[in-house]
């Protein structure tokens, strides 16, 4: 039981409901009622949110409020990621991506140019337009290495970002393959962490790729096999 003022200061804070939208689907309607109609959103993705019930209770104007995208549970219907981006591929406003999802051999584009935080699990979601990340992480780990991303792409993105990043994580994050062009290493003027996982003949590769300032933490585990 809630007393009637825990009640109605609760349902009176727009940025309490705004910080939750998606935790409870069956709730939507009321969650971005009382979200108000300008307190930027979180979204948190599952399997059983529907994006397009999203867009059309919370109208035109909710692509530009999202702040910030999460994935609460591990996504696992492939196609899920492919319909965000279809759905809403402008999120001017995003500045924090936590996708942790079990989706092969897709890449999709999104227009994100605020975005500040961006971490990616075993999802080809590498097509950002950001050139302001600071913090980045991306993990392959669970996916054969015939599906990771190329080292090209990976690069591009830092590269993008260059000038703000402060932290990278690269776990399995790309094969630097014997066929592959070889990328040209990215200068990070002010990297404070490069944190790599990798098999050892990989990781090598990886390192020779960054030219990064003398004060930078550099974190390196590698791990047996090939």
């Not at 780990?141 to 690069?155: M, Y």
């Not at 990989?202 to 090939?226: D, E, W, Y």
Request: with cysteine.
């Amino acid at each position: 039981h809630v007393c009637t003022f825990w009640r109605n200061r609760i349902i009176g804070l727009p940025s309490l409901w705004a910080a939750s939208i998606g935790t409870l689907p069956s709730a939507l309607d009321e969650m971005l009622l009382r979200a108000g109609p300008s307190t930027p959103i979180t979204l948190h993705l599952r399997d059983d949110l529907n994006i397009g019930r999203v867009l059309a209770v919370g109208g035109p104007t909710l692509p530009a409020r999202i702040s910030k995208i999460v994935t609460d549970v591990y996504i696992r219907r492939s196609q899920y990621i492919t319909e965000l981006a279809t759905a809403i591929p402008d999120l001017p406003n995003l500045r924090f991506l936590d996708i942790d999802a079990h989706i092969r051999g897709l890449e999709v584009w999104l227009h994100t140019p605020s975005l500040h935080f961006l971490r990616i699990r075993s999802c080809h979601l590498l097509r950002c337009t950001s050139s302001v990340l600071v913090f980045l992480d991306i993990c392959f780990k669970s996916i054969p290495r015939t599906l990771q991303a190329r080292a090209a792409d990976v690069l591009e993105l830092i590269h993008q970002s260059r000038e703000t990043l402060q932290s990278i994580k690269l776990n399995s994050a790309f094969a630097v393959r014997q066929n592959d062009l070889q990328p040209s290493a990215v200068y990070c003027p002010n990297l404070r962490l490069l944190d790599v996982n990798d098999y050892p003949h990989n990781t090598a590769k990886i390192l020779a790729l960054f030219i990064i300032p003398s004060s930078t933490t550099v974190l390196v585990f590698t791990r047996a096999g090939r």
